[in-house]
């Protein structure tokens, strides 16, 4: 009797064309170790992107590859592995463990591998997060985004607009995610929750800014698949953006967002030239969806 190990994508849940053969083992032994290698890889690998402890599970449970089991002569049957379980596992150790102690045990101890930032939901603004936040949307108006600001951006302003902002996350309006490197705020992202009554279920997804110092290093994205856990923690299925970057685009799309369309003239670049902006959704999948799983 030999065992195989397939493999399903969390991302692609029940699609079965999505699925693939991973290897035959000799002994169950042998399939659990590789199949538990294919968890740990993941974890390994979103540990490197940033993503903290605490939303590792939701993150793998999101977008993991999800290995699974059987024997080929139907003798052994039920679950043999359960790779949501394991994860599980996993996540609460590293949990335990902390976060600092996960990287180096997976970064082969060398702090050249280390993520140089991570990332933080914000339930409450400080004056140090607040004042990091207005340095990363000054940076980015004065670097040429359309994010609802014209030049010259003043500190003042930038901390009135966060200063709105950290009152909507006290008052439980806005989702707060940044990314920090050691020079402090380098990203962040927002969910505006505060929606109509017949709009319970959706989010807009707001001012996804990354300091031009810490771009294309896999912030942007961390942030995206970040807002898309903390959407589900906040009970929102269905997110909503728009943009004016082309950088942003790409993004989106990697991230999986569907593109509607283009409003040509829609808004102005902060040096006053008219600018096209594109909308975007994204339906957010649960965990829960995926709870039948082997
Ligand atoms: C759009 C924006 C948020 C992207 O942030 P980012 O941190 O640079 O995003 P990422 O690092 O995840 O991806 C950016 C690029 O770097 C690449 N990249 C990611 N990690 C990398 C790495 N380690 N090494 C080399 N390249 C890398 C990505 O593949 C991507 O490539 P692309 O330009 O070909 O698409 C950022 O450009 C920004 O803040 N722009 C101004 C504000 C703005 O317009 N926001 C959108 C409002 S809706």
């Known amino acids: 009797m030999t065992y195989k190990v397939f493999i399903d994508d969390n991302f692609h849940y029940g699609d079965e064309t999505e699925r693939y053969p991973h290897g035959t083992f000799e002994t169950l032994d042998a399939a659990i170790a590789a199949a538990k290698a294919v968890v740990d890889d993941y974890l390994e690998n979103a540990t490197k992107q940033g993503i903290t402890p605490d939303g590792l599970l939701e993150s793998y449970l999101l977008f993991g590859e999800d290995p699974f089991i059987i024997s080929t002569d139907d003798s052994e049957s039920g679950v043999l592995f359960s790779a949501r379980d394991y994860a599980r596992l996993r996540c609460g150790q590293l949990e335990e463990q902390g976060r600092a102690h996960a990287i180096d045990h997976w970064s082969t101890n060398s702090p050249v591998n280390r993520p140089p930032w991570s990332l933080r939901r914000v339930h409450a603004v400080d004056s140090a997060t607040l004042s990091g936040l207005a340095d990363v949307l000054i940076d980015c108006v004065e670097g040429g985004a359309s994010v609802s600001f014209m030049l010259p951006l003043t500190r003042e302003r930038a901390l009135a607009f966060w200063k709105i902002v950290a009152d909507?996350?006290?008052?439980?309006?806005?989702?707060?995610?940044?990314?920090?490197?050691?020079?402090?705020?380098?990203?962040?992202?927002?969910?505006?929750?505060?929606?109509?009554?017949?709009?319970p279920h959706r989010a807009d997804l707001s001012k996804m800014l990354v300091h031009r110092r810490a771009r294309r290093h896999g912030v942007g994205s961390a942030l995206m698949r970040g807002a898309q856990a903390m959407a589900l923690e906040c009970g929102k299925t269905l997110l909503v953006l728009d943009t004016a970057s082309a950088d942003a685009e790409r993004l989106y799309e990697r991230e999986g967002w569907v593109r509607v369309g283009a409003v040509p003239g829609f808004a102005l670049l902060p040096d006053g030239r008219p600018c096209d902006t594109v909308f975007y959704y994204l339906v957010v999948r649960g965990a829960d969806s995926n709870s039948t799983s082997k």
């Not at 008052?171 to 969910?191: P, S």
Request: charged share 25%; hydrophobic share 40%; aromatic share 0%.
């Open 168 to 199: 909507g996350v006290a008052d439980g309006e806005r989702a707060l995610l940044v990314a920090e490197d050691e020079r402090g705020v380098c990203g962040t992202v927002q969910l505006i929750l505060a929606q109509p009554e017949n709009q």
